[in-house]
Structure formats: structure tokens, C-alpha cells
């Protein structure tokens, strides 16, 4: 019996508590499956569960161990997961890594919609506005708006845009709408921070272009937050299109400043570790996001 098979009935066993519970999970009956472990400790030559007549416990070495063996499934898991995506239609589990704010404007709508197309499949989803290394974090797909990638990294371009500046039509309603960049002085402006430098937006005005530092009374380093604190009224911001676009359309938000808000094309970017690359689920996910979802919206 494979170290594997082992590690299984271990984890197996302390999951469900007894061995009589995980001796019928496994299809064993519970003196061979205590042999396995016993087996198992006399390999590693560590008791791994003290046995009482009314409970199992780990021992200190049987915790540090099923932490291990956790992971150790988890990639045997991925990995044949990986292998049999090569053939047939796309199954298993996708980890996608996102921004807050683009998941919550544009992935939320797009991904019960890829699962729908593709049943077999099922979406793990982290959010965080830092920085991700999907190797390290043993991620399919993380979607940023920079294509830093490595060389163990394929990067795929998913769409361009660009950075608009808006507002809540309650907060112009009540503050005026600013037409320059002198105008924005006064306003609540809500800041990305955590970022070195600060971010500004690039105005024009009469004297070239300006770098406007971003003042008000709220700053945060979540898109999401910025995004839901703009709809609330609470202020201005200037986000992606990716993020805000929606809102503009359905008039939760307003574009203003148009004329003179310099914002250079943004790119949207997958970066996949080369090594699931070509694995079906990741190439559905890729062509159905920027062959239909992006272009029909909501295929």
C-alpha cells in the first residue's frame, strides 16, 4: 500500500473522529484500518493519536503531521486534477486570485456564468489588493492591473482601459460638480493608500498637466471599499473603468472632469504559473472571460 493510501486513512480517521466512522467511509473494516495507522507510526516511528476507549487525540507530532499530510493530499489532489484536465471537458477546482473592487463589479457577474457553461467546474476565489505570487500561493489565475510576472509566470492580456474620475450624483447634488483641477481643492477626494508614492491623478491645466494629490476625510487600500464608499455619496474617486464602469452605466455613479483627467490606456492581465497553463480549466476560464464575457457581456 502506497505512503499515500497511509496518510489518507490517517487524515481520514482523525476527520471523522473514530476509526469505526472512517473504516465504513474507506470500505475497511476498523481492525484493518487501525493496523494502517499503526502501521503508519511504526514507519515514522512516532505515535500519532492516543487511543482511549471514548476518544482519539493527536499527539504533538500527530498534529504537526496532519497539517503535512493535508498539504501533501491537497497537491497529489491538484495534480491528477491537472492531468485528467487534458483530456474530456473542463473539471475540478479553479483558485482564482482578484482584485477587490474588479471582483466584486465584474467577477461577480462573470463567474456564475462561466459555471453555468462549464458544470464540472468549481471557482475558489481569494481578494486582496496586494500584490499575489500565484506560484507561492498555489493560484490558477490572478487577475491585476500590472503584468509583473516572473519566468516560472505566462501573462495574458485581458482587456485595456482606462481610469475614470467620478462621484455619486447625491454628492454633486449636494457639492457641485468640480470643472478643473482648482475646483477639486475643496471636495472630499477618497485616496488608494498603502501605495509608494501616493497615488495622483494626472489634470490637465492651463499650465500642462498637474499630479493632483487625492485629499478628503477617507483613504483605504481596498478598491472595493473606495468604490462602495463613492456610491454611498461620501465622495470622489478616480478608479478603473474595470471597477467603476458598471456604475456609470447604470447612473450609480457620474464621470466628471472627462476633458481634462490624463489617464494613460490600463491593461487587465491574467498571470498563470506555466505549469497550469495549458490545463482545461484554466484555458476555459481565459477564452470564456475574454471571448464572451468581455465582448457580449454576458454570455
Known sequence: MAASDEMSAFVRVVDLGSFARAAEDLRLTPSALSKLVSRLEDRLGVRLLTRTTRRLAL????????????EVLDLIERAEADI???RGKPKGLLRLNSSTGFARQTLLHAIPAFLVRFPEVSVDMSLTDRLVDPVAEQVDIVIRGSPSAGS??????????????????SYLAQ????????DLLPHNCLALSGQSPPTTWPLATEDGVVQFLPKGDFACDNVGMLFDMAVAGHGIVRLADFVVGKAVAEGQ??????????????????LVPKGRFRSQRVQAFLDFFMEDWLNGGSS
Open 152 to 169: 516560472d509566470l505566462v501573462v495574458r492580456k485581458l482587456a485595456e482601459g482606462r481610469r475614470l474620475v467620478c462621484a455619486a450624483p
Open 175 to 182: 457639492h457641485g460638480t468640480p470643472l478643473s483641477a482648482a
Open 84 to 86: 485528467s484536465s487534458f
Open 253 to 270: 455613479l457620474v464621470e466628471i472632469l472627462a476633458d481634462i483627467n490624463r489617464s494613460d490606456t490600463i491593461s487587465l492581465w491574467a
Open 59 to 70: 499527539t504533538a507530532e500527530g498534529a504537526l503531521y496532519l497539517e503535512r499530510a493535508r
